[in-house]
Nanobody, 118 residues
Framework: EVQLVESGGGLVQPGGSLRLSCAAS????????MSWVRQAPGKGPERVSA????????YYADSVKGRFTISRDNTKNTLYLQMNSLKPDDTAVYYC???????????WGQGTQVTVSS
């Protein structure tokens, strides 16, 4: 059974940083591309970033380019999202998902809340 468990969310002031983690199990993590997706209240899911199975190719939405960094540790079956210079518009529930392309995804986690507010 595929399991994706996100952690690391929280409340942060504008300009602050957070690092999200996604622990993966139930599948061969090293073989799959992975994505981070977010959903703000009243909005549809937005693919924020993606990384290929080997970690050499990445994608970033224009809204986060230059501020967020996606990475993975295939020895730990873990996906990361380093988020810097956070803005109130980044407030959303953040999910990791199995796959590269835009939503929908067959497998994604339960999400972690990120709130950017002073």
């Amino acid at each position: 059974e595929v399991q994706l468990v996100e952690s690391g969310g929280g409340l942060v002031q504008p300009g602050g940083s957070l690092r999200l983690s996604c622990a993966a199990s139930g599948f061969t993590f090293v073989r799959y591309d992975m994505s981070w997706v977010r959903q703000a209240p009243g909005k549809g899911p937005e693919r924020v970033s993606a990384i290929n199975s080997g970690g050499r190719s990445t994608y970033y939405a224009d809204s986060v380019k230059g501020r967020f960094t996606i990475s993975r540790d295939n020895t730990k079956n873990t996906l990361y999202l380093q988020m810097n210079s956070l803005k109130p518009d980044d407030t959303a529930v953040y999910y990791c998902a199995l796959g590269w392309g835009p939503p929908p995804y067959e497998h994604w986690g339960q999400g972690t809340q990120v709130t950017v507010s002073s």
